[in-house]
């Protein structure tokens, strides 16, 4: 069973671009969910969505937004990027909405604002 | 919001020695899992564990819900156990939080 797939596991940005992120959840999952990790703010909640609802919001501003496809994969979009958006940021599904199942992680993409 | 504690922020161990890791969390929860971060930055997950006591291998899990504390232990630790380790908690709200994590160093 493949697990949690995230890409592109690294890019590079310029200040003020934009940038989509992409996960592919667990086969039969239906819920993915994003996490924002930085050194000083440590592992933060974005957003969750299931069945191309979403259920869950963090605390981050309006430039960081996401949707859910029918296959359930899963995009986050930022745009107008700031130096301070450089992250790791992790991908994760679950079989349960609302963060009430297990989660299982990709292994992230790294975004680095310049 | 709630606030979740996790201690000792730092361990260094010698290998084959023993640890406790410590979550606290300031409200009540309704499920909690503990993951270990490998260096290349994915968390790998370790228990799912709303209540009670789970083992797996070297590493059991304990969480006690009603005084808000979960407890992860690492037996006979090897160098590959190292990393940082976080536990995760989800209020009334479902809305997750994470733990501030400890970073686990395991000499030879």
């Known amino acids: 069973k493949a697990g949690v797939t995230q890409t592109p596991r690294y890019l590079i940005k310029t200040r003020g671009q934009q940038v989509t992120l992409s996960c592919s959840p667990i086969s039969g999952h239906r819920s993915v969910s994003w996490y924002q990790q930085t050194p000083g703010q440590g592992l933060q909640f974005l957003f969750e969505y299931f069945s191309e609802t979403q259920r869950n919001k963090g605390n981050f501003p309006g430039r960081f937004s996401g949707r859910q496809f029918s296959n359930s994969r899963s995009e986050m979009n930022v745009s107008t990027l700031e130096l301070g958006d450089s992250a790791l940021y992790l991908c994760a599904s679950s079989s349960l909405a609302g963060n009430t199942g297990e989660l299982f992680f990709g292994e992230g993409s790294r975004l680095t604002v310049l | ?108």
């Open chain 2, 1 to 108: 919001g709630i606030q979740v504690e996790q201690s000792p922020p730092d361990l260094i161990l010698q290998e084959g020695a023993n640890s406790t890791l410590r979550c606290n969390f300031s409200d009540s929860v309704n499920n909690l899992q503990w993951f270990h971060q490998n260096p290349w930055g994915q968390l790998i997950n370790l228990f799912y564990i709303p209540s009670g006591t789970k083992q797996n291998g070297r590493l059991s899990a304990t969480t006690v819900a009603t005084e808000r504390y979960s407890l992860l232990y690492i037996s006979s630790s090897q160098t590959t156990d190292s990393g940082v380790y976080f536990c995760a908690v989800v209020t009334g709200a479902n809305n997750l939080f994470f733990g501030t994590g400890t970073r686990l160093t395991v000499i030879p």
